[in-house]
């Protein structure tokens, strides 16, 4: 099965981000636990960035890359926890960008091999 770099971008990429984008914002209801609601965006935003990155690299694991995305987030949250920008910096943040982080390279593991991935 061959896929375009375009329809991998929208389904890894931009669906998981508008999947965040809705939970955080739109919910206003209350339907859905505070821990869902605070950290599941936080994890979809981070599997989006690595998918990206990867993406870029035809797929190709560049672990320079991933590292630095893993300090960005990192940095983000310490930034929020010190104060030097808006937000709360917290541990559980911080679990859900390991854990989305390693959702999308396993992901990508599994991808390359059952689809064979060749970017038209």
Known sequence: MKITRQIDLVVNVILPLLL???????????????????HLPDGL???SFITAI????????????????CLLSAGFE?????????GTG?????ISYLGFTGL????????????SIKFI
Request: aromatic letters at 20%.
């Open 45 to 47: 935003w981070a599997y």
């Open 78 to 86: 310490l930034l929020q926890y010190f104060h030097w920008i808006a």
């Open 54 to 69: 990867l993406i870029i690299w035809n797929r190709q694991v560049n672990r320079l890359w991933i590292v630095i995305a």
């Open 20 to 38: 965040g984008y809705f939970i955080y914002y739109l919910d206003d209801a209350g339907r859905i636990s505070a821990l869902i609601k605070n």
């Open 104 to 115: 999308a390279l396993l992901i990508n593991h599994y991808s390359r091999k059952i689809y």
């Open 90 to 94: 917290d541990i559980i943040d911080m």
